[in-house]
């Protein structure tokens, strides 16, 4: 925009000129656009978790609808509460009230986390869309660590030793997540144990990231604050495992030795956000206290999630795309670069571009690796096998036999978007 004699000067902060919207939000915005205009798009972008928020969840948010009041900017007493034994129950990791601050979604404490401890930013690429502008806006120094496809694109102890051995008492916050968004894979106990053990010798400040711990697709979740409990903050949340995205609910949950950066994000939460919506928070205690109809719920999650998963794996496998099966979430981490000679033959270079002929020539969305911090020769994408009505997914998965390994036929009929988006993009490949 230029400024006019009649038009104010814009002067924007500089950690802000230059970045775009969130990739994912950009992507499912830009979808409903086509859709709206009578394209048929399929939906592989935003990682919304297909299935209804539970009954039981929903319930209470009914009967909470009248709650008004402020409340304490940490968070709903009940709530942290609900918090802290949750991560008892699950983990063995002994957390008291006091240990838990809710926020509007862990996106927000993310950020002010990051706003309030003075450090480096280091995170694995790839990596989550949002870490590393929002360290940028705050102005922080990322450090980009990488992964290989080989590890299934998993932090390896000596690569993160050889970090931070050269000023091992440089303050730096390392963001792990896992089930990891883009990839779906997720960290072997004993590799979060070697993990656990480089960030205690270098007293990094560890933000596990396990909004995806319950959609883990065996249902074999570990948090790595077993192995570092003093120095891990375990954040979660009810977006993914929950279907509760739009309710915007987060938690992080702290060890007493790092109660005074708590202390720190409650003040700046307290002159931001001021507290978590009311009914979401009451709620929320539902959630996270569980109980056999959540566990049956989580168990046809990831039962659906399973099959779609490898349906999606194999079949672009097979196509001489490189991908490997996921463990858990609802990602793939695709790689085009089998192909590259004829994308190349057809101008396609970059993975962008390869993304947009994509949507242009199938109607499937997808996001390109760049935006997980891929360079952009890599031909790779994530794409979030979502796109279909999970509720009805789930009410027919509860009439098969829980031992029973969901079949194609079963996803092809409630999964039909996905299905028919994979093929659309095997045959892509195919025509190249």
């Given at each position: 925009m230029k400024n006019t004699p009649n038009s104010p000067t814009i002067n924007l902060n500089l950690?802000?000129?230059?970045?775009?919207?969130?990739?994912?939000?950009?992507?499912?915005?830009?979808?409903?656009?086509?859709?709206?205009?009578?394209?048929?798009?399929?939906?592989?972008?935003?990682?919304?978790?297909?299935?209804?928020?539970?009954?039981?969840?929903?319930?209470?948010?009914?009967?909470?609808?009248?709650?008004?009041d402020y409340l304490p900017v940490r968070g709903l007493h009940a709530l942290q509460e609900a918090v802290a034994r949750y991560h008892q129950d699950k983990h063995g990791?002994?957390?008291?009230?006091?240990?838990?601050?809710?926020?509007?979604?862990?996106?927000?404490?993310?950020?002010?986390?990051?706003?309030?401890?003075?450090?480096?930013?280091?995170?694995?690429?790839?990596?989550?869309?949002?870490y590393a502008p929002q360290a940028k806006i705050i102005g922080r120094q990322v450090r980009w660590v990488p992964t290989l496809s080989e590890d299934n694109w998993l932090l390896h102890p000596d690569v993160l030793e050889e970090l931070c051995s050269d000023d091992s008492e440089r303050p730096r916050l390392l963001i792990l997540n896992y089930p990891n968004n883009p990839t779906g894979h997720t960290y072997p106990k004993d590799h979060l144990e070697a993990l656990a053990k480089v960030a205690r010798d270098h007293k990094i400040v560890l933000l596990s990231d396990e909004i995806y711990g319950e959609i883990h697709h065996e249902g074999k979740h570990t948090s790595i604050a077993e192995f570092y409990p003093e120095g891990t903050i375990i954040s979660s949340g009810l977006s993914k495992w929950c279907g509760a995205g739009g309710w915007r609910l987060g938690s992080f949950t702290f060890p007493k030795d790092l109660r005074w950066l708590l202390d720190a994000m409650a003040v700046a939460a307290s002159e931001t956000f001021t507290a978590t919506s009311a009914p979401i928070q009451y709620a929320a205690v539902r959630a996270f206290q569980g109980g056999p109809e959540i566990e049956d719920y989580l168990v046809h999650c990831r039962r659906i999630l399973r099959a779609l998963g490898r349906f999606c794996w194999k079949k672009m496998f097979t196509a001489g795309i490189t991908v490997k099966k996921p463990d858990g979430a609802f990602y793939l981490f695709a790689s085009f670069t089998p192909f590259k000679d004829k994308l190349q033959r057809c101008g396609i270079t970059t993975n962008k571009q390869l993304c947009e002929s994509l949507l242009q020539d199938t109607g499937v969305a997808v996001l390109p690796g760049s935006s997980f911090g891929r360079p952009d020769y890599t031909f790779s994408m994530r794409l979030a096998y979502v796109d279909f009505d999970g509720g009805k997914a789930l009410e027919a998965a509860r009439k098969i036999p829980i031992e029973q390994e969901l079949e194609e036929s079963f996803l092809r009929q409630y999964c039909a978007n996905v299905t028919t988006a994979i093929d659309r993009i095997c045959a892509w490949a195919g025509s190249l």
């Amino acid at each position: 925009m230029k400024n006019t004699p009649n038009s104010p000067t814009i002067n924007l902060n500089l950690n802000v000129r230059g970045l775009k919207p969130s990739a994912t939000l950009a992507i499912n915005e830009r979808s409903a656009e086509m859709i709206a205009a009578g394209k048929q798009v399929y939906k592989l972008g935003l990682g919304q978790s297909p299935f209804p928020v539970p009954e039981q969840v929903v319930q209470a948010l009914r009967e909470n609808a009248h709650q008004k009041d402020y409340l304490p900017v940490r968070g709903l007493h009940a709530l942290q509460e609900a918090v802290a034994r949750y991560h008892q129950d699950k983990h063995g990791i002994q957390r008291i009230s006091n240990d838990v601050l809710i926020g509007p979604g862990s996106k927000e404490l993310m950020f002010l986390v990051q706003l309030v401890y003075y450090g480096d930013l280091v995170i694995p690429a790839p990596s989550w869309v949002s870490y590393a502008p929002q360290a940028k806006i705050i102005g922080r120094q990322v450090r980009w660590v990488p992964t290989l496809s080989e590890d299934n694109w998993l932090l390896h102890p000596d690569v993160l030793e050889e970090l931070c051995s050269d000023d091992s008492e440089r303050p730096r916050l390392l963001i792990l997540n896992y089930p990891n968004n883009p990839t779906g894979h997720t960290y072997p106990k004993d590799h979060l144990e070697a993990l656990a053990k480089v960030a205690r010798d270098h007293k990094i400040v560890l933000l596990s990231d396990e909004i995806y711990g319950e959609i883990h697709h065996e249902g074999k979740h570990t948090s790595i604050a077993e192995f570092y409990p003093e120095g891990t903050i375990i954040s979660s949340g009810l977006s993914k495992w929950c279907g509760a995205g739009g309710w915007r609910l987060g938690s992080f949950t702290f060890p007493k030795d790092l109660r005074w950066l708590l202390d720190a994000m409650a003040v700046a939460a307290s002159e931001t956000f001021t507290a978590t919506s009311a009914p979401i928070q009451y709620a929320a205690v539902r959630a996270f206290q569980g109980g056999p109809e959540i566990e049956d719920y989580l168990v046809h999650c990831r039962r659906i999630l399973r099959a779609l998963g490898r349906f999606c794996w194999k079949k672009m496998f097979t196509a001489g795309i490189t991908v490997k099966k996921p463990d858990g979430a609802f990602y793939l981490f695709a790689s085009f670069t089998p192909f590259k000679d004829k994308l190349q033959r057809c101008g396609i270079t970059t993975n962008k571009q390869l993304c947009e002929s994509l949507l242009q020539d199938t109607g499937v969305a997808v996001l390109p690796g760049s935006s997980f911090g891929r360079p952009d020769y890599t031909f790779s994408m994530r794409l979030a096998y979502v796109d279909f009505d999970g509720g009805k997914a789930l009410e027919a998965a509860r009439k098969i036999p829980i031992e029973q390994e969901l079949e194609e036929s079963f996803l092809r009929q409630y999964c039909a978007n996905v299905t028919t988006a994979i093929d659309r993009i095997c045959a892509w490949a195919g025509s190249l």
